[in-house]
């Protein structure tokens, strides 16, 4: 009976931590569910913290803040992981290029056009010939294509309101752009078409992440320093994670192991 029962706990244990429930490999990965709810996470996030303004204060918003950065966090993961597979696959460096560029601006000029065109003219309290008339009106889409600042504002819109940025989340669309780029030319070098190559970059950028965090640089430039080693660390996570997709089971208690590893 005791035998018996051991042998009951050891399956159990093993069915927690065995590649049973499938490995990364496996068509059926839910990516889109994955995107979809992290969407969800940030767009509900962002309308809870928005009327707030910052700096951010206070339990409840702080909770709502992580779990956005949460999601920000997962979308690069998911990235790193669609651009390893991409670039592991395929030796067209033209193809990889466009296939970014149209990843990204189609829609980034979409809503550029909405916010500029018919948010702006609707929602600003200034007559619409000073709406065009002023200079910030004809730079807004340039700002925002060239991410010369993501979170630019338009003349008079929401100017009683905490904060008036257009479109507040576009700012991490320059560290996607960043990251497509240096995986790009790393990919040239050779180092992000090996499992290999990609463990030893992973290795850079979390040594990276880590010293920035423990050790936050204060000076110019400080902010984007540290959400580019923050962002490159987890899109290096999604790297790594194709390119030993075949060594990663997909297994509850692998799953609570990372969650706990990150909290």
């Known amino acids: 009976m005791e035998r018996r029962r ?10 927690l931590f065995a590649g049973a429930h499938g490995r990364l490999e496996d068509r059926a990965n839910n990516f889109t569910a994955i995107r979809i709810g992290f969407a969800a996470l940030v767009l509900a996030g962002h309308a809870i913290m928005l009327p707030m303004g910052l700096p951010i204060n206070g339990a409840f918003p702080e909770f709502v803040d992580g779990v956005v950065q949460f999601a920000l966090d997962g979308f690069f993961i998911l990235s790193g992981y669609m ?5 592991m696959r395929s030796h067209d460096m033209i193809h990889y290029v466009l296939a970014r560029i149209f990843r990204i ?8 056009l909405i916010l500029w065109l018919v948010v702006g003219p609707l929602f600003t309290g200034q007559s619409l010939a000073q709406y065009w008339s002023d200079a910030d009106s004809w730079l807004f889409p340039v700002r925002i294509i060239f991410q010369l600042d993501p979170q630019a504002s338009l003349p008079g819109v929401f100017a009683s309101h905490p904060l008036t940025d257009m479109n507040g989340p576009l700012w991490t669309i320059r560290y996607e752009l960043l990251a497509y780029l240096a995986a790009g030319l790393l990919a040239v ?9 990609i463990l030893a970059v992973f290795a850079g950028a979390a040594l990276l992440s880590d010293i920035e965090t423990l050790l936050p640089y204060e000076g110019m430039g400080s902010g984007t320093l540290f959400a580019a080693a923050r962002f490159g660390g987890a899109f290096m996570t999604g790297a790594v994670m194709y390119a030993w997709r075949d ?3 997909l297994a509850p208690g692998w799953a609570a192991l990372l969650i706990l590893t990150a909290v």
């Open 247 to 249: 060594r990663i089971p």
């Open 189 to 197: 070098t050779g180092l992000f078409r090996s499992r290999w190559g």
């Open 83 to 87: 651009i390893a597979a991409s670039l």
């Open 6 to 15: 051991k042998m009951r706990v050891s399956n159990s244990t093993g069915l």
């Open 105 to 112: 601006f189609p829609g980034l000029i979409a809503a550029m």
